[in-house]
C-alpha cells in the first residue's frame, strides 16, 4: 500500500476533462450548471468595495473558482461589520459569493471548468499567440529583406542611369539637351578621322598592288577609302559629282523637346471639330458651272456624247531628271549638303571598306608568319617590291591603324551620335528610357520606405503579444498546480502529473 501510494498520477492534459467525467469526479452536465453561475458572477461584480486586489481579480479575463474563493476571503475584512452574534454576514455582496462558491462546489463543476480552461489555454490560446508571435517575426524579417532589395535595385537603377549617360557622354540633368549638344562636337571628330584617313595611303597602296598580282584585278579597289584619302572629309556632292560645290545648304536639326512628362505636352485642343468637318467632303468643294468636259450631247465623232478634251489639249513635256541632280547652280542641298562621313550611306561604305583593309592585313600577317611555306615564298619572288619589302611589324603597324580609324567610327558613343543626327525621335526615345529608370529608382526609394512603415507595424504587434504570451504562461502554471493539488487530494495526496503542458 505504501509503494502505491508514493505512485504518482500521470494525466494527459489534453484527456483531462474526459479523465475526471469518467471517474465520476464531475457531472457529465456541469456546462449547463457553469452557465447559471456565470450569471450570478456577473450580477455579483457590478456592486464590490474599493479594494485593490479584488479589482486585479476582476481585471483578468476569465474569473474561475479559485477566484470566487479569494474574493470571499477579502469580503470577510471588508464586510466584517455585517457579522452578527451567529457568525452569518447580512451583507448582500458576501452572500452573493458565498452562493456562488457554494454552486461551485457541488458535484465538482468548479473543477471541470478550470479542467477546461486548462486544456484551452494549452491546445489553442497558447498555440494561437505564439503563431501570432511567430508570424510578426517573419513578416519583420521578410520587410527587413524587401527593404533591402527595394534599396539595393533603387541604387543599381540609378547607377544604370548615371552609367548610361557616361555612356553617351553626358551629366544627365537634362537629357534631351545634353544629347543635342553632342552634334556640335560630331563634325570635328568625323573631320579629325578624315585627316587621318590621309595615312592609310600605304595600305591602299599595298592591297591594290597585292590584288593585281595575285588576282590580276584591274578595276578600282576601294573607291570611297581612296577618296576620303586623298581629298578628306569632303561634301558628298563633291563625291558624287566630282566637282566641289560652290555652297553648302544644311538642314538644321530640330531642336530637341525639355525633358517633359506625357501629360505635359498632349494638347486636348479642339481642332478635331475642323477635321470632322472637313472629313464629309474630303476637302472638295462643288461650285456650279464648272465645266467638267462632259457633254450630254451626242456627236458624230462619238456616239456616247462624251467629249473628252483631247483634241485641242497641246501635249506635255515631262523632263526627267536623275535623282540627286537637282543642284543645277552647284549649291549642295540636303544629303549632298552632308560630308562623306556624316552621310549614313557613304559612311557605311567608308567602314565596309576599312574593314575589308583589315582583313587583308591581318590575312596577310597570318601568311607571313608562316615560314615554311616554301609555296608561297616561291610565289612571291616575282611579286612587285613592295609587297616583298614589308616585314611582319610594317605590316601590323599598318593594321594598328586602320583598326584605330575602325574603332573610333563604330564605337558605342559614336553610334548613338550617328542616331541623334539622323532622327530627333531617337532623342526623344532615350530620354524617355533614362527617365523610367530614374522614376523606377524613386518608386523602390518608396516602396522601400513603406516596408519600414510595416515592419514598425509588426514590432509593435509583437511588443503587444509577448505580454499576453507571458500572462496566459503564469495562469497555466497557477491552473496546472491547482488541479494536481485538488485530484491529488481526493486520492490521499498522492503526487499527481499532469502531462503535456507547453509554457
Known sequence: MENIQNLPIDIQTSKLLDWLLDRRHCNVKWQSAVKTIREKINAAIQDMPENEEIKQLLSGSYIHYFHCLRIVEILKGTEASSKNIFGRYSSQRMKDWQEIVTLYERDSVYLAEVASLLIRNVSYEGPALRKQIAKAQQLQQDLTRRELECQTSATDLRERYY??????????????????????????????????????????????????FVCEWTKPILPMLTFVQK????????????????????????????????????????????????????????????????????????????????????????????????????????????????????????IDELMELEVFLTQRMNEMGEEADVVAMSQFQLAPSVIQSQTAKHIQEMLTEVRDLLDRLTSLRMQHLFMIQASPRYVERVSEVLRQKLKQSDILVLKGAKMVEKRKEALEEQST?????????????????????DISKRYHNRPVNLMGVNI
Not at 193 to 205: H, P, R, T
Not at 237 to 259: C, F, H, I, L, Q
Not at 468 to 483: N, P, S, T
Open 163 to 212: 552609367a548610361a549617360c557616361k555612356q553617351y557622354g553626358i551629366a544627365g540633368e537634362n537629357v534631351s539637351h545634353e544629347l543635342q549638344a553632342l552634334l556640335t562636337d560630331l563634325p570635328a571628330v568625323l573631320e579629325k578621322v578624315g585627316e587621318d584617313a590621309a595615312k592609310l595611303e600605304e595600305q591602299i597602296q599595298l592591297y591594290g598592288t597585292f590584288t593585281k
Open 231 to 350: 581629298r578628306g572629309n569632303t561634301t558628298y556632292y563633291e563625291w558624287r559629282t566630282g566637282n566641289v560645290p560652290t555652297a553648302v545648304e544644311k538642314s538644321v536639326p530640330a531642336e530637341a523637346p525639355p525633358d517633359t512628362t506625357t501629360e505635359d505636352v498632349i494638347d486636348w485642343g479642339d481642332s478635331g471639330k475642323e477635321i470632322e468637318a472637313q472629313s464629309d467632303n474630303f476637302g472638295i468643294t462643288v461650285e456650279d458651272g464648272v465645266d467638267w468636259g462632259i457633254s450630254l450631247e451626242t456627236t458624230s465623232e462619238d456616239p456616247s456624247g462624251i467629249d473628252w478634251g483631247d483634241s485641242e489639249v497641246p501635249p506635255i513635256e515631262i523632263e526627267i531628271v536623275d535623282a540627286g541632280t537637282d543642284c543645277l547652280d552647284g549649291v549642295a542641298r540636303g544629303e549632298d549638303g552632308l560630308t562623306m562621313l556624316e552621310n549614313s550611306q557613304s559612311r557605311n561604305q567608308f
Open 465 to 485: 503579444l509577448e505580454p499576453r504570451v507571458d500572462l496566459l504562461a503564469g495562469c497555466i502554471r497557477e491552473l496546472q498546480k491547482l488541479i494536481e493539488a
